[in-house]
């Protein structure tokens, strides 16, 4: 392993974080809920009455961001090809809905309550996460 | 007023996210490198928002209803079984192949990115196959489960 010192970031991922610990916690204090995007999103496939306007008011809210910041939009490179954008989002699709979660239900919102199923599942994406680089980048094309 | 307290939320952790860096794929990948440049700033990412985090939990612990008077509805499901971990694997292979998960899908798309909305179609059409095994598996009730 060497760190790439030059692409690290540590004042804007610190601050970044701590931006999405304040939605995070927003939510909680305000809506009584988890900001976890995949469930979110997930509950409109059932919609029910009283249940659908938050879903999609928080889901517009993530959406809108990149709007407010048009002309200070940070560096944001895809570099994964279509055909690997459709696998990639079908099995995140249906991989956080079995696993009742993602990034941040799981990785932010259960880490913080201590929960120890979230940590579990954190711990499963992100050795799942980094085996699959390591696959792609090391022993596929190196 | 629950509404737009809920709209907020999403747009200052959209606006986490982009601060962040991750909505940037090409940085979440360099962060999931282990055996390359690896950047370790998202580690810091997740340290800043659980260290916020922890406190608005901590402060909503002794309490059933919100600051807007809403019911608290956090999480009850405890067990760690195979759906959990596997549906967790599957994830985290579509996020290393990509560098997208969830949130930044919805902030790439905002940004009008083609290649954003295309992950973001998949990744909807990837919760219908979820629905649709739901449903075979247990006809009109089904199964909700959440972090």
């Known amino acids: ?142 | 007023m629950y509404t737009a307290a809920s709209f907020a939320a999403g747009f200052v952790f959209g606006l986490g996210l982009l601060v962040a860096g991750m909505a940037n794929p090409a940085k979440v990948l360099a962060f999931l490198d282990l055996a390359g440049a690896w950047d370790p700033s998202l580690a810091l990412v997740m340290a800043g928002a659980v260290a916020v985090g922890a406190a608005a939990f901590a402060f909503m612990k002794k309490r059933t209803r919100t600051l807007l008077g809403a019911a608290l509805l956090l999480p009850t499901p405890r067990r760690i079984d195979r759906r959990l971990i596997l549906g967790s694997l599957v994830f985290g292979v579509g996020w290393g192949l990509a560098g997208i998960c969830p949130g930044p899908a919805l902030v790439l798309a905002g940004t009008g990115s083609a290649k954003g909305l295309t992950f973001l179609a998949a990744m909807i059409a990837g919760n219908g196959v979820f629905e649709f095994f739901e449903k075979r598996a247990a006809p009109g009730r089904a199964r909700m489960q959440s972090s």
């Open chain 1, 1 to 142: 392993m060497s760190i790439a010192w030059n692409a690290f970031t540590p004042a804007t991922a610190l601050i970044g974080g701590a931006i999405i610990g304040v939605a995070v916690a927003f939510f909680v204090v305000l809506n009584g809920r988890i900001a976890g995007v995949s469930g979110i999103l997930g509950g409109l496939a059932r919609p029910q009455a009283g249940d659908v306007s938050w879903r999609i008011a928080f889901l517009a809210g993530l959406v809108a961001a990149p709007l407010a910041l048009l002309a200070a939009l940070p560096e944001i490179r895809v570099d994964a090809s279509f055909p690997t954008l459709v696998a990639a989002g079908l099995l995140v699709g249906a991989g956080t809905r079995y696993g009742g979660g993602c990034t941040s239900g799981h990785g932010v919102c259960g880490v913080s309550r201590a929960s120890p199923r979230s940590i579990a599942a954190t711990v499963a994406f992100m050795a799942a996460g980094f085996a699959t680089v390591f696959v792609a980048r090391h022993l596929i094309a190196p």
